[in-house]
């Protein structure tokens, strides 16, 4: 973390970073710390899929970010449907990773998990898990 402030550019006198520079320098520490993508490696990052499914699931982190402040925050995404690319119902349970262990995420049960402060440095996985249809298989995805 020293070498992200003794990288810094120097302000107009060549003594002190200037005020962007601090800031972009924090966006990427927050970037680095969560394990979120640097800025230009693009928006989106995809989820490793796993499960015994019969039925096309993604996962994917969006990042969402005001360029004019300090805030980054990011929403993940999963989907799943047919593989004629029709959607079924489906129940979502999302988990925090802890080593090996997974953490229920109380009360999210949408398609979309709104990432938090809670979750820096943690892995997320969503399962889908289709209703009406056992024969459909459940399916994994990890963030």
């Not at 300090?70 to 080593?99: D, M, N």
């Not at 459940?138 to 963030?143: P, Q, R, S, V």
Request: contains cysteine; negative net charge.
């Amino acid at each position: 973390m020293q070498a992200v402030f003794e990288s810094l550019p120097s302000g107009g006198d060549g003594s002190t970073p200037s005020f962007q520079s601090i800031v972009e320098s924090l966006r990427n520490l927050t970037q680095f710390l969560s394990g979120s993508a640097p800025a230009d490696a693009g928006e989106k990052r995809k989820a490793t899929i796993s499960g015994n499914h019969s039925f096309v699931f993604s996962l994917q982190y969006e990042r969402r970010s005001d360029t004019n402040s300090l805030s980054q925050t990011g929403i993940l995404v999963a989907s799943a449907k047919t593989q004629t690319g029709h959607e079924f119902p489906v129940k979502y349970e999302w988990h925090r990773k802890i080593g090996e262990h997974l953490v229920e995420i109380s009360g999210v049960e949408k398609h979309t998990y709104n990432v938090s402060a809670d979750d820096v440095g943690m892995h997320i996985v969503c399962y889908a898990i289709p209703q009406g249809d056992p024969t459909l298989g459940i399916a994994c995805g990890t963030i």
